[in-house]
């Protein structure tokens, strides 16, 4: 008999394979970049080395390894409860249909789509004065739990509401404004900052919590730095720093066309 008599090929197994690869592919994604890769990397490897075992019929090595995995499960739902959550949103998100409606970005002021106008030239204003200023705009989230935790507006989005939120000494400055059909949601809300190993350590809090928003939710953040003025952009956890007032608000009409599309 030879080695790899035990192995059989066809096509599901072929389908199982690239499957298997897809989803690996996609934790692998989830925690790259933080304190669970190593974690993921040796869990993964004792789970290959025990299959190997097991189809090898090394039967004592087989049984302790199996044990080994079946505690490792629960070891496994710990260590990456928050990894797991993002999969699971990303699982959740995948399922909607594209664009109904919840989040539509236009220069206009009608219905519920997004005033980009406004938005860029009320960044720009803060920028100018060098006032800090975190606004996370919604796609499908709606961010229920994280607008809870900061104090309700209800608002149409103005300009001077806007500066006024975030002047220094306004008592709802500090923390994130929540934008979503078109409305301010929220202002002084606190946001999930990122567990990502590599992030700039000049960065302050804001950014971090624009990551932080970004990697577990859909929405799109806009960071405006309080030392220098400097505008930035969140998305999926990655910042793209040093945006004007043009570049700005072409990566939210970006974002429009790509959610129409």
């Keep these: 008999m030879s080695f790899l008599d035990f192995i059989e090929f066809n096509f599901i197994s072929i389908i199982d394979i690239v499957l298997v690869a897809i989803l690996m592919y996609q934790l692998y994604k989830l925690v790259r970049g933080?304190?669970?890769?190593?974690i993921f990397i040796g869990l993964t490897s004792i789970y290959l080395l025990w299959k190997l075992?097991?189809?090898?019929?090394?039967?004592?090595l087989s049984e302790i390894l199996g044990q080994f995995i079946g505690v490792g499960v629960i070891i496994l739902v710990i260590v990456f409860q928050q990894e797991l959550r993002k999969f699971l949103i990303?699982?959740?998100?995948?399922?909607?249909?594209?664009?109904?409606?919840?989040?539509?970005f236009n220069?206009?002021?009608?219905?519920?789509?997004?005033n980009i106008g406004i938005i860029c030239k009320a960044c720009q204003d803060l920028s100018n004065s060098k006032t800090g200023a975190l606004l996370v705009i919604t796609h499908t989230d709606d961010l229920a739990f994280f607008s809870e935790s900061g104090v309700q507006i209800g608002s149409d989005i103005t300009i001077p509401l806007l500066k006024s939120i975030f002047f220094k000494n306004s008592p709802l400055?500090?923390?994130a404004v929540i934008i979503r059909d078109n409305k301010i949601v929220a202002a002084r809300c606190v946001l999930p900052v990122t567990n990502n190993t590599n992030f700039p350590t000049h960065l302050g809090m804001r950014h971090r919590a624009?990551?932080?928003?970004?990697?577990?939710?859909?929405?799109?953040?806009?960071?405006?730095?309080?030392?220098?003025?400097?505008?930035s952009f969140a998305k999926e956890g990655k910042l793209?720093?040093?945006c004007s007032g043009e570049k700005l608000e072409e990566l939210l009409?970006?974002?429009?066309?790509?959610l129409n599309a």
């Excluded at 933080?34 to 190593?38: C, E, K, L």
């Excluded at 075992?53 to 004592?60: G, K, R, S």
């Excluded at 220069?107 to 997004?114: R, S, W």
């Excluded at 009409?253 to 790509?258: P, V």
């Design 210 to 231: 624009a990551a932080g928003i970004s990697e577990d939710t859909d929405a799109v953040v806009i960071i405006v730095s309080e030392q220098n003025g400097e505008i």
């Design 173 to 175: 400055h500090d923390g």
């Design 107 to 114: 220069i206009g002021e009608q219905d519920n789509k997004l």
């Design 53 to 60: 075992v097991d189809a090898l019929h090394m039967e004592l």
């Design 34 to 38: 933080t304190v669970a890769i190593n």
């Design 253 to 258: 009409r970006f974002e429009a066309n790509k």
């Design 90 to 104: 990303m699982i959740g998100r995948a399922k909607l249909i594209k664009n109904k409606g919840f989040f539509k």
């Design 240 to 242: 793209q720093n040093h």
